[in-house]
């Protein structure tokens, strides 16, 4: 909680007296306006230096879904002196698509930067569409879609990295997710970065070590209007019940989420892979020639379902 009256931190060591308007009880700091801003882009910094993931001189596309995360991560790339293009994908899903579409137009304009969209609909078939035909859950044919044609369209247009604005609490939620189950397949694979492999472009989360109401925050303060509302399919998802009860325990032991993560990268995430064992072999898909563990791969299996 913010104490009444409580000053900047940055500000008293400078002799001023703003007061602060945002505690960051992790970090123990409480700051104004201009001093969170600069904490939130600094700390983004620090993040892509720490695992390098890119330099000025490449050229990035960040995923966005007109969410706070990825609209506000667009916005510090730009203002760090990134050169970040957007790409957004028009999952069909009715009024959520249609909404969402908006903002990330509406921002592409405001920030002056180029939007790439790719209408699901015209490629394969909208998202309710394939999670009727495909009698698998929308999320996971959702995110089958998007990892596909996201790394399709930056290869064709030579980008070198796609970003995506997973937040600490996304990636928490996954790391316990994942840990509760000893899923090590998925354990050895996550990290900020995904390095380029065999047709796959290399993928970045310079918003890892950043919570959601950070981004909240951060969003609010820069003025970004983005959706405000969920996707209504990720209703009732595991995940958000992993946050729920993770945001009490962070209540009672703030920096607890930071910890579980920076620890798993730090400790765990090197012995996992330490042992370099054959991991699935990926093969080319025999209809569109993507990488593909099986010889059809999965969108290629999904149009056929869909029949196109
Ligand atoms: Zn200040
Ligand atoms: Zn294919």
Known sequence: ????????????????????????????????????????????????????????????????????????????????????????????????????????????????????????????????????????????????????????????????VIATGHNLDDEVAVLFGNTLRWDIDYLKRQYPVLKEEEGFIKKVKPLCKITEKETAIYSFLSDIDYIEYECPFAEGASSIEYKEFLAKLEEKHPGTKLQFYTNFLKRMYPILNEEKKEDKKLIKCKICGEPSTNEICSVCRLKQRVGV
């Open 1 to 160: 909680m913010l104490k009444k009256q409580a000053k900047c931190t940055i500000c008293k060591t400078k002799g001023l007296k703003n007061k602060a308007i945002v505690y960051l009880p992790q970090h123990r700091l409480a700051l104004c306006k201009e001093h969170y801003i600069s904490w939130f882009e600094k700390r983004v910094q620090k993040t892509i230096d720490e695992f390098k993931m890119f330099s000025k001189n490449e050229k990035i596309l960040v995923a966005v879904s007109g969410g706070k995360d990825s609209l506000a991560l667009w916005n510090v790339l730009t203002k760090l002196g990134y050169k970040v293009d957007g790409f957004y994908i028009n999952l069909g899903i009715g009024e959520y698509s249609q909404d969402s579409k908006e903002k990330a137009v509406n921002f592409a304009r405001k920030i002056n930067r180029p939007l790439h969209i790719l209408d699901l609909s015209t490629e394969i078939a909208t998202i309710p569409k394939l999670k009727e035909i495909s009698n698998r859950p929308a999320c996971s044919a959702c995110g089958t879609v998007k990892r596909y044609y996201m790394n399709k369209f930056a290869k064709d247009n030579s980008y070198e």
